[in-house]
Every structure is written in structure tokens, then in C-alpha cells.
């Protein structure tokens, strides 16, 4: 089941961050999807649930190379729009003499002749397929959107300002439209969660784009394969492995309050903090008590980050008094 943040309107409107490839606070994210899925339903057990994990992991690198393609594709449609303005009976002056700055654009070029992410996408399988009509849909869009008209009307030239308006044409149209967030929620469930982060990837991949480059490199999905697969893995076994007795303090803790009264979402962010914390000696628990804190107040109530907080805050001391918390590392003893 997928996790919804407590803010999300009708249409979320996407303002990537600055984060590239695969990081550890969206790690714990996935994993807190999965989890609250597999709590759900009592059929699910320990093998499906890290194997829905590792097919939602797939499926953002998919994403990240879905939209890299889409920017890619808007090339081939503005010369399509150019050719068949000029094979009209009646053309126009304009369709005889059409600006070609968008066309011409360097680094747009570049990435729309990249054989790396040609290939990449022949190995995932990703490709706009059935939804070439909506790939036309963004670009008539794109067409009529003022980044774009602003882009064409300017007499700027030159690689940077080529670079920098293909990213704000992809950052305020491109994943932002509506119809194109409809199509993600119905071709993946993880998809419209993992599009701040994957557009995020775009962005960084065209801004490392230079003059001189014949082809783009491709981000790989992990920032540090063995570190960051090894954490991950390690947070999921761990979070259901210690779930009976992380639930257990978290009842101590919670003295004045019912276990069934507190929500599912927020038992299951403590206890992947309360794993997290007795796992990873080398992260500090100030670093642990904080990534889901913030994970609270994007994911649940208003009201449940202050709850969860004291909670932890006391648990994190009481066993660190016990030695089941022990911190090892420059800082950390």
C-alpha cells in the first residue's frame, strides 16, 4: 500500500531538491512503505516484503531514466512539429521559416544522441510506448508554457543558457503536468513518491552535460554500492526481526497511552528508528532521532512528530544506560 504524505493536495506540484542517486533518507522511506504494507496484510511475510522492496528500488532507477527519455523525446517532436509545417499545402511563413533555437538546443542534443541512455533504457525495458500520445500532449504543452516562449523570444545564446532553460522547461511543465502524474499513479504505485527524488537525478544528469561531452553520463542508481545496499538490507531484516521487542518498549515508553491507540504508521516509524539506533553503531543516534522525526512530519499527523520524539528521545537514553545502544567512532563514544 502506498504511503501518501499528510500535505499531498490533488496535484502535488514537484520542486526537486538537490539530491542525487539513491541516498539513505530515501532508503528509510522506502522501507517505511514496505513495512506499513506488509502490516497490513497478514498474509505477507519476511521474502515478499523484502522482494517488493527491491522491485520498488528498481523501480525509481526506471523512473529516473523514464523522465531522462522524456526530455530526450521533446527533440524528435519539435523536429516532427518543424517537417510537418513544412509539407502543408498552404505553410505559412512561419512554417517556412520556423525557429529552430529549441531544435538546435546543445545539451538537448546531446542527451537525445546519447547511445549510453539509449542503451540504459534497452536494458530496463522502459520506453513511452503506449504512452506516445501523451508524450505529444507534454510537448504541445511545452509549446505554450512561458519558459519555453520566454526561451525561444530571447536573443540569449550560447551552451549555459541552453542548459539552464531546459531545466526550468523540465522543472515548471514537464513533471508537473497533471495527465502525466495520472499516468504514473496507474503504471507504478511507487512512482508519484519517487518523483521529487528521480527528477532530482534528471537535473543533475543535464547539469553535468558540457560543451565538448558526445554523450551523457548516466547516474548509477547507488551512491556506494556495498555501504548502502548493506544498510538497507540491514534496516529491513533488522525492523522485522526486533518488531515484538521494539513494540514492547515502545509500550514502556508510552505509559500513559494505550499500544492500540497509537497509529500503525507511527509504531512502525519507531521501530525502524529503535532498529536503526541498536544496528548501526556508526550513526549517530542525534542523526537517527532526526531522519524520523522528519519522516513523522511528512508521513503522518500533525501532532505525531512531538509524540514521537519524547518517546524515542527517552528510549534512545534508557538503552544506552542498558549497553543495548552502543556507539562506536570518531565522536560517537
Known amino acids: 500500500m502506498l504511503l501518501m504524505c499528510n500535505s499531498q493536495h490533488e496535484m502535488t506540484k514537484f520542486a526537486p531538491r538537490n539530491d542525487d542517486m539513491l541516498n539513505r533518507r530515501h532508503l528509510r522511506i522506502k522501507i517505511l512503505h514496505i513495512l506499513y504494507g506488509f502490516y497490513q496484510d497478514e498474509d505477507s511475510n519476511a521474502t515478499t516484503a523484502k522482494r517488493a522492496l527491491d522491485h520498488s528500488i528498481d523501480k525509481m532507477y526506471e523512473l529516473y531514466l523514464m523522465l531522462l527519455s522524456m526530455v530526450a523525446e521533446m527533440q524528435e517532436l519539435a523536429i516532427d512539429k518543424i517537417e510537418s509545417g513544412r509539407k502543408k499545402q498552404l505553410p505559412t511563413d512561419e512554417d517556412l521559416h520556423p525557429n529552430t533555437k529549441f531544435v538546435r538546443n546543445s545539451p538537448l542534443r546531446i542527451l537525445a544522441n546519447s547511445k549510453k541512455l ?25 509549446l505554450v508554457h512561458e519558459e519555453f516562449t520566454e526561451y525561444m523570444q530571447s536573443e540569449d545564446r550560447g551552451f549555459r543558457h541552453d542548459r539552464e532553460s531546459l531545466i526550468r522547461m523540465f522543472k515548471k511543465h514537464l513533471i508537473n503536468d497533471e495527465a502525466f502524474q495520472d499516468m504514473l499513479e496507474e ?36 551512491r556506494n554500492d556495498d555501504d548502502d ?38 509504531k512502525i516509524i519507531m521501530k525502524m528508528a ?11 543516534l542525534k542523526v537517527t532521532l532526526n531522519e524520523y522525526i522528519e519522516l513523522s512530519k511528512f508521513y503522518s499527523t500533525e501532532k505525531s512528530h512531538g509524540f514521537i520524539n519524547g518517546i524515542l528521545d527517552q528510549l534512545f537514553t534508557k538503552l544506552k544506560e542498558s549497553g543495548d545502544i552502543k556507539k562506536t567512532g570518531r565522536g560517537l563514544i
Open 187 to 222: 503504471e507504478s504505485i511507487f512512482w508519484i513518491d519517487d518523483l521529487d527524488h528521480a527528477a532530482s537525478m534528471v537535473i543533475k544528469t543535464l547539469k553535468s552535460i558540457n560543451e565538448e561531452d558526445e554523450d551523457v553520463d548516466i547516474l548509477p542508481l547507488w
Open 118 to 142: 539509449k542503451n540504459k533504457l534497452s536494458k530496463a525495458g522502459v520506453g513511452w510506448g503506449k504512452n506516445r500520445e501523451l508524450l505529444r500532449n507534454l510537448y504541445r504543452g511545452l
Open 229 to 266: 545496499k548493506s544498510f538497507a538490507k540491514n534496516l529491513f531484516t533488522q525492523s522485522l526481526a526486533q518488531g515484538e521487542e521494539n513494540e514492547k518498549l515502545i509500550k514502556e515508553g508510552a505509559q500513559n497511552w494505550e499500544l492500540e491507540r497509537i497509529a500503525l504508521l507511527d
Open 274 to 284: 529503535l532498529a536503526e539506533a541498536k544496528t548501526f553503531p556508526s550513526i549517530p
